[in-house]
T-cell receptor
């Protein structure tokens, strides 16, 4: 799986959009970009994934650059409950027996 | 998604003892995994629990320390043996569910272990 780089921490004001970047310059053509988050003392929670098109669901939007070397997770109206560690993971979607591997992620602090 | 429960949710144990953590899934899944999350750290994969055969361990983890069972497609256990304070972590069960076009991975709530 391709390596990802994320800033260690970010702050965001409540009600504003939170934009979390992720660099994955070595991504290959069949690798997807996945985002998970881990709220304190809970198991990681799936947020969204994409291959090359921008994606949106009820939780967030995922913007992938045209060259696919970076992406941004957008939480459109951050709330205090969005305070968590956000993990960007790049992997092949259809694969063998390998489990997800986690980097250090970005710790997002939503400020009141 | 998959509904995953773990027991116990937390425990405080004495050095030298062992603890078995249970993971139950609401429906059959193809694969189950166990992770460890040490304080302030990211998740580290311990092993893949294989139904009907021995677990597959990652580098740095051994069966004598972390024996794993998976008797069926919805249940697995992880035992932390001969515990020391360095084993104080959150232990997470995770499952893979095959979907059209690929698969997704879901996580249980975790078991918070403190070893004194």
């Amino acid at each position: 799986d391709a390596k990802t780089t994320q800033p260690p921490s970010m702050d965001c004001a409540e009600g504003r959009a939170a934009n979390l970047p992720c660099n994955h310059s070595t991504i290959s053509g069949n690798e997807y970009v996945y985002w998970y988050r881990q709220i304190h003392s809970q198991g990681p929670q799936y947020i969204i994934h994409g291959l090359k098109n921008n994606e949106t669901n009820e939780m967030a939007s995922l913007i992938i650059t045209e060259d696919r070397k970076s992406s941004t997770l957008i939480l459109p109206h951050a709330t205090l409950r969005d305070t968590a560690v956000y993990y960007c993971i790049v992997r092949v979607r259809v694969t063998g027996r390998r489990a997800l591997t986690f980097g250090s992620g970005t710790r997002l602090q939503v400020q009141p | 998604s998959a509904v995953i429960s773990q027991k116990p949710s937390r425990d405080i144990c004495q050095r030298g003892t062992s603890l078995t953590i249970q993971c139950q899934v609401d429906s059959q899944v193809t694969m189950m995994f166990w992770y460890r999350q040490q304080p302030g750290q990211s998740l580290t994969l311990i092993a893949t629990a294989n139904q009907g055969s021995e677990a597959t361990y990652e580098s740095g983890f051994v069966i004598d320390k972390f024996p794993i069972s998976r008797p069926n497609l919805t249940f697995s256990t992880l035992t932390v043996s001969n515990m020391s304070p360095e084993d104080s972590s959150i232990y997470l069960c995770s499952v893979r569910r095959d979907l059209a076009g690929g698969y997704e991975q879901f996580f249980g709530p975790g078991t918070r272990l403190t070893v004194l």
